[in-house]
């Protein structure tokens, strides 16, 4: 199986770490959360992974070189010239992907977890779907909304009260992103965006017409390590 790690971003709210630094070496006990995210998707099967980088992505190229990969066989998707947030940076490494008909994991590398990609991968398989969005119950500004039968139905940011919706439902149900998706290559013809775009805005576009689906594990370990005490508050947790 194949992955991505989304390491371009800026990681404005590392600083002042990612004044000299990409968010992607932010080190936890001793190491990277690089690192670990490789490690991570190794021990579920995923030993072939492209990573893209922008901010200080020497740095990010020279630590793989360094270290052979961590074991890993790593691509690199160069967004120097132009960062291209989620979609972008994704739809960018889109020739990584595109013969493949297994579906593929992608993730942010800014977040710790213990989730069981096995068994998300199953329920993917098993609902024949374009994508599965790991989620969980946590308290967050911004909330993806889904309906009884886990299907993505639109998104809220409660602390500017907007709100969008793809699909009608007579209940939904707010979970918090938690930046790990499991994803059919199929996505790939039907992004129309181009340039620098949200993913999240590509499911929304997606959601009314494709299946779009969650998968709650709420009840484990997860940390969004994009802050100084987040990263402190992450080596209590993963050793």
């Not at 308290?139 to 889904?146: A, I």
């Not at 499991?182 to 996505?187: A, K």
Request: glycine fraction near 6%; hydrophobic fraction near 40%; include cysteine.
């Amino acid at each position: 199986m194949k992955a991505m790690i989304l390491a371009a971003g800026l990681g404005t709210r590392l600083k002042p770490f990612t004044d000299s630094h990409p968010k992607a070496l932010a080190v936890v006990n001793g190491k990277t959360i690089l690192q670990r995210n490789i490690e991570y998707l190794q021990s579920f099967g995923a030993e072939e992974i492209i990573v893209n980088v922008h901010h200080f992505a020497d740095q990010i190229i020279q630590k793989i070189a360094d270290n052979n990969g961590f074991g890993s066989n790593i691509f690199i998707s160069d967004e120097r010239a132009e960062i291209l947030e989620t979609g972008g940076g994704l739809f960018k490494a889109k020739w990584f992907f595109e013969d493949e008909a297994r579906p593929f994991i992608l993730m942010n590398v800014d977040v710790l977890t213990d989730l069981n990609l096995t068994k998300m991968i199953d329920q993917h398989k098993a609902s024949e779907c374009l994508a599965t969005l790991a989620v969980s119950e946590r308290t967050t500004s911004r909330y993806l909304l889904f309906n009884s039968n886990k299907q993505l139905c639109g998104w809220e940011n409660i602390k500017i009260r907007e709100k969008i919706l793809s699909r009608t439902s007579e209940q939904l149900y707010p979970k918090a992103f938690s930046g790990i998706q499991i994803l059919s290559p199929h996505i790939f013809p039907l992004i129309t965006q181009r340039g620098r775009f949200s993913l999240i805005d590509v499911y929304l576009a997606l959601s009314e017409n494709e299946k779009i689906f969650s998968y709650d594990h709420t009840g484990g370990q997860f940390i969004d390590v994009g802050t100084p005490e987040k990263l402190v508050a992450a080596a209590t947790i993963f050793g």
